[in-house]
């Protein structure tokens, strides 16, 4: 009787630490794949440089939407978030993970929008080489939905979405 609780206690143990090591990996994963490269994108120019986006996959494990979570904007101006996310979005399509179907762009948890990874992985590429930036931002606007997955309207302007994201309300 004593040796089968001591193999139970055993057992119970092995999970727990099997459990333990996933969680860390699975973590470890979205830090060394997506949230590295994103802050070090950040960080690379001034303007973007006072942003905070808290990247990772959504849950952690869907790989099929990309969270980027605005936490901080420090001294950027309104549109440079956008500025930002093109930067985050050029370093994930050069790195090794891509930029997933999905890309969900929030305020404190709160969903604002949604963009199709493939529409901003081309703005992304696009923006730098663009000689009229207002062009590829206007463009990003149009591809944006809102949390109920509808496109903004055509009142929308690149101040009032960039302000909506910053803020997190209309």
């Given at each position: ?10 057992r119970r143990?092995?999970?727990?630490v ?6 860390a990996l699975?973590?470890g994963l979205?830090?060394?794949m997506?949230?590295?490269?994103v802050?070090a ?10 942003i ?8 952690f494990?869907?790989?099929?939407t990309?969270?980027l ?12 978030v ?12 050069d790195?090794?993970w891509?930029i ?9 948890g709160?969903?604002v929008?949604?963009v199709?990874?493939?529409d901003?992985?081309?703005q992304?590429?696009?923006?730098p080489?663009?000689?009229k930036?207002?062009?590829i931002?206007g463009a ?11 496109p903004l ?6 101040e009032?979405?960039a ?8």
């Open positions: 009787m004593e040796l089968r609780v001591q193999r139970e206690k055993k143990r092995s999970w727990v099997a459990l333990v090591v996933l969680v699975v973590w979205n830090y060394v997506i949230s590295r490269p802050a994108a950040l960080a690379a120019d001034p303007r973007t440089a006072g905070t986006l808290a990247a990772h996959l959504r849950y494990v869907d790989p099929t990309l969270s979570d605005l936490r901080g904007v420090g001294t950027a101006d309104t549109t440079d956008f500025r930002g996310l093109f930067a985050a979005a050029k370093a994930l399509a790195g090794s891509g997933p179907h999905t890309v969900s762009l929030s305020r404190g709160a969903l929008y949604t199709a990874g493939d901003l992985r081309q992304a590429h696009d923006f080489l663009a000689r930036p207002a062009a931002l990003l606007v149009r591809a944006l939905r809102g949390p109920d997955g509808k309207g055509p009142e929308a302007t690149v009032s979405a302000r909506r994201w910053v803020t997190g309300h209309p």
